[in-house]
């Protein structure tokens, strides 16, 4: 048995596909190319596979990574040439490596997401750079986080610790925005898409779209890719 980590988009295609289904279809790839798998014991086994972390219904993703532990004597490269001639539109395998037979799940170690959340605005004239400027120089930004089981003061910059930058075209702004993933919790991109529109009049409106475009090991030598990382 070997452990490989693959690296897989989240295309246009698969935009409306929650975690589970879209799990359910890397599973469906994998069988498909009739790759042989190590499975889980007990009453209801399953493959073992895990995933990089759970994308939201409606995101994108450049780069998704999953751990799968393989049966197979083939390389890596032909077991990703295997699963890219089966794969549906809006999936596929863009790079992989094996790694050490024992590795942190990578929920835990990925603590970083770079997202670009796009929508119309509704100033063309705007300055973004000036409209960013109070948020992306304040030191502490408070919102009230609401989930279903509680709702909570937070302060957005000690997740978002960086910049946001602003790109307009065609009617359209896209914020590349970092946001820090930790054990006491993260703020979603959508959520500052909101504050922003409400606490600091960016003219933007309700709609948007968001793709992620990294999703990264953060550490004191730097941040790197899932692929770039052996543990």
């Given at each position: 048995m070997?452990?490989?980590r693959?690296a897989?988009?989240k ?7 929650s ?8 599973e ?13 014991e007990g009453f209801?086994?399953?493959?073992k ?12 993703a450049?780069?998704e990574y999953?751990?799968m ?8 490269e032909?077991i990703?040439?295997?699963l ?15 790694m ?9 170690i990925c603590n ?10 509704t100033?063309e004239?705007a300055?973004?750079?000036a409209?960013?400027k ?16 509680k ?16 790109s307009?075209?065609d ?9 820090g993933?930790?054990?006491?919790g993260?703020?979603?991109?959508s959520e500052v ?5 409400d ?13 992620r ?7 004191e ?8 990382i052996n543990?």
């Amino acid at each position: 048995m070997k452990k490989l980590r693959l690296a897989l988009n989240k295309g246009e295609e698969l935009r409306f596909l929650s975690h589970l289904d879209y799990a359910q279809a890397v599973e469906r790839m994998i069988r498909r190319a009739e790759i042989k798998m190590a499975y889980s014991e007990g009453f209801n086994p399953h493959m073992k596979i895990s995933f990089s972390s759970a994308l939201a219904l409606g995101v994108t993703a450049a780069a998704e990574y999953i751990d799968m532990d393989v049966l197979e004597e083939d390389s890596v490269e032909s077991i990703m040439e295997r699963l890219n001639r089966v794969a549906p539109p809006g999936l596929e395998v863009l790079d992989g490596k094996e790694m050490p037979e024992k590795v942190k799940k990578m929920m835990a170690i990925c603590n970083f997401a770079i997202y670009e959340v796009t929508g119309p605005i509704t100033d063309e004239h705007a300055d973004w750079n000036a409209l960013l400027k109070p948020f992306n120089e304040a030191t502490e930004i408070s919102y009230e986080k609401v989930t279903p089981k509680k709702t909570r003061t937070i302060d957005v910059k000690e997740f978002v610790k960086e910049p946001i930058v602003a790109s307009v075209k065609d009617g359209m702004v896209t914020l590349t925005m970092g946001i820090g993933i930790y054990p006491q919790g993260t703020i979603k991109p959508s959520e500052v898409w909101n504050l922003g529109k409400d606490q600091y009049n960016w003219p933007i409106t309700t709609g948007y779209e968001i793709h992620r475009k990294a999703i990264m090991v953060e550490n004191e030598e730097g941040r790197y890719t899932p692929l770039e990382i052996n543990y």
